[in-house]
């Protein structure tokens, strides 16, 4: 894989301040049953790095003493690591919102039956990846069978009360390649007709994410010889009434060995709080994050292009 660091520094992207920090973004491991093409944590079923029970302990420290509201656990897929039960057990019992960024595949994976039960006693939001509803199109960009592995998880959801009223459940729609991000209103439109008519499937929200140029994805633009102009696009269509919006401003990310990034995108390409060396979340200064200046690189530009990305999908309607 191509590395796209000494691509995305040094950057002009504007100077962006911290905010008080309302969700922990915590990265379980790298450990995934699938190995999707555009996957910026270049996750797949023979990567090892799990965060441990210990590591999990120290970032509940750091909630207790920050106004932190949120925990939403990543990966890889997060239920893979051993004790994903004993940490969402633990934040719903500190009246944590839990967000699993579950991949829907894992909800039919042997030994993996336990999972929706599970999710629904403790009114864990889901989040899943679905980029489109069409077969083909997950297919390849995900793998062959995935969509319809995808369909039964949805359903399995729906069935538990998710997207039915019950407990959220959200779906993640990513470009298939170097485009923009559609208007997120009319394609959560389209999805809920399409999704609902032909499969019977509910769901509450649609999140657009702008694919970022790093990772699997950013090596196969510059393998391709797309790299540059796909960052020109990115530039081009900034608006710089995201940059206030853009989530690293309110979230601190957490890799499986306890170490703090501004937003999980850093954390991928090792680019820490302090932009130097890294600081591990039990060593940091309780006060030091607010206001502190924000680890950006060319990346930043697929957060405020058109109608900005997040985790929580476009930043603008
Ligand atoms: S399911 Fe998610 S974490 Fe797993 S390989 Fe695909 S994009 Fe990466
Ligand atoms: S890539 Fe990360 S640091 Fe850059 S603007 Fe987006 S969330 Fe913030």
């Known amino acids: 894989m191509l590395s796209t660091i000494e691509h995305l520094l ?9 905010l008080a920090t309302d969700t922990v973004q915590a990265n379980l491991g790298y450990l995934c049953n699938q190995q999707c093409l555009h996957c910026h944590v270049n996750a797949g079923p023979k990567r090892t ?13 750091f909630i207790e003493q920050h106004p932190v509201t949120t925990l939403d656990l990543t990966g890889g897929a997060p239920e893979m690591n051993p004790d994903f039960r004993w940490m969402v057990e633990k934040a719903v019992s500190k009246g944590l919102r839990v967000i699993d960024r579950c991949n829907l595949t894992i909800l039919s994976e042997p030994g ?31 793998g ?8 039964l998880g949805l359903k399995q959801l729906n069935e538990l009360g998710y997207g039915r009223g019950k407990h959220a459940l959200n779906l993640v729609f990513n470009p298939q390649g170097t485009e ?34 790093i990772q699997r994805f950013g090596s196969t633009l510059l393998s391709k010889g ?9 530039k081009g269509a900034y608006s710089p009434a995201n940059l206030p919006k853009v989530m690293c401003r309110s979230l601190v990310s957490v890799d499986w060995e306890g ?12 680019l820490p709080v302090d932009g130097k060396k890294g600081i591990r979340i039990d060593q940091l200064n309780v006060d030091s994050l607010l206001a502190a200046d924000i680890v950006t690189g060319k990346h930043c530009w697929a957060c405020v292009a058109g109608a900005g990305s997040s985790c929580g999908g476009a930043l603008s309607d």
């Not at 040094?10 to 911290?18: K, L, Q």
């Not at 629904?120 to 889901?126: D, N, Y």
């Not at 797309?226 to 990115?234: A, C, V």
């Open 180 to 213: 923009l991000v559609p208007d997120q209103a009319k394609l959560e439109s389209d999805y809920r007709q399409f999704l609902k008519q032909q499969f019977d499937i509910d769901f509450d929200h649609l999140l657009t994410i702008t694919n970022m140029p």
């Open 49 to 61: 790095e799990l965060m441990s029970r210990e590591t999990m302990a120290r970032i509940f420290k």
């Open 10 to 18: 040094p950057t002009d992207f504007p100077v962006v301040t911290r």
């Open 226 to 234: 797309h790299f540059h102009s796909y960052l020109e696009t990115l």
């Open 112 to 142: 993996y039956e336990w999972l929706g039960d599970f999710l629904a006693e403790h009114s864990v939001e889901v989040v899943a990846s679905l980029p489109c509803y069409l077969e083909d199109n997950v297919d390849r960009q995900r």
């Open 144 to 151: 062959k069978g995935v969509f319809d592995q995808s369909l």
């Open 259 to 270: 170490y703090v990034y501004d937003c999980d995108f850093n954390q991928m390409l090792k």
